[in-house]
């Protein structure tokens, strides 16, 4: 992409063949240029070619079929991250700590975005063979144009000026060895995945505010190794937190010779509401019941009291329970 030339965006035409680039929105010459949503090593890393992965509307595709057109110029960049990620995840929580966040910001971001693209592509396919328009969320479609734009940062002279874009957070976990827990939320742009020895929680559009609204767990955790259940808590926060979040986020993108510069406007505007709605400990206990599904615990076990719910990171006292410390009476498996 030239540099100071205005980002691109598919949205504008809803543009979304197989024959423009997913990223730069060249022209391909052939339907054949194309690359794996989920990377090939982590694929074949854990043998989810074939896996089931299920889109919003029910159906079930698999890892490998799901792809992007992309132009030879932007597969080697994105060819360059995966290099990079891949080398850290292979070191484990000590080395993807030290990773920059950006990096895994724009590793993230890719994975989520190819989500997105298959479904709009779905969706449009469904639209075809019924003759209905296509009902897509003006709302959602901001949400995913302004991730677009940051993902361009991998092609473009990109400057993100000011608060980054999003709050990403890596633990240490006593996972299995075997351990592959992905977890997305397209709607929210919030992250997980579980494996090796560590956790790992973005929220793609937040501007940092939900590691803000759930820093006092954070600074409990500090680095301390989780328990698969702890982690798994952790990230029921964010979820949690994430569908409290009742802003959509603007950005200022100013080209300039140079550079193109990216900047969050404030999230207060003229909204005076707080930022975040109202904690509900029997919804917070819905979305805890379907991170914890492997260990079996209920809605009824988890609020029993309600305005205490059940945790396995913190005791009474609002202390950090060390793994090791971690009881599990159901004794569910990982």
Known sequence: MQTGAPLYNPFKAFRFDNNTCFLSGEKLSSEDEQIQVFPIWLMQQYHLEDQPFKLLDESISTYKSLKLPCSTSSAEKLHLLEKQVKEAFDGGYASLEKLPKMLLFQWIGKIMYGVIFNEIQLGLRQQMMTGEPMNFSQVLARKFTNLHYMLQSLIAPVVFDGTMPFSIEVFPVENEKETFSYRDEINTLVFSLRMKDFGLIACLQDNGTNSRYNSE??????????????????????????????????????????SIYIEPMPLSGIDSRPIFDHFQAKTYGQVLENFWKPWGYTLFEIIKDPDNPKSFLFDQDGKFIPCEEVDLPLAGHQ
């Open 217 to 258: 767990k954070l600074e409990k955790i500090g680095h301390n190794k989780l328990h698969p259940i702890q982690f798994e808590e952790i990230c029921g926060c964010f979820f949690y937190s994430a569908y409290l979040f009742n802003r959509l986020p603007e950005y200022t993108i100013l080209p300039t010779p140079d």
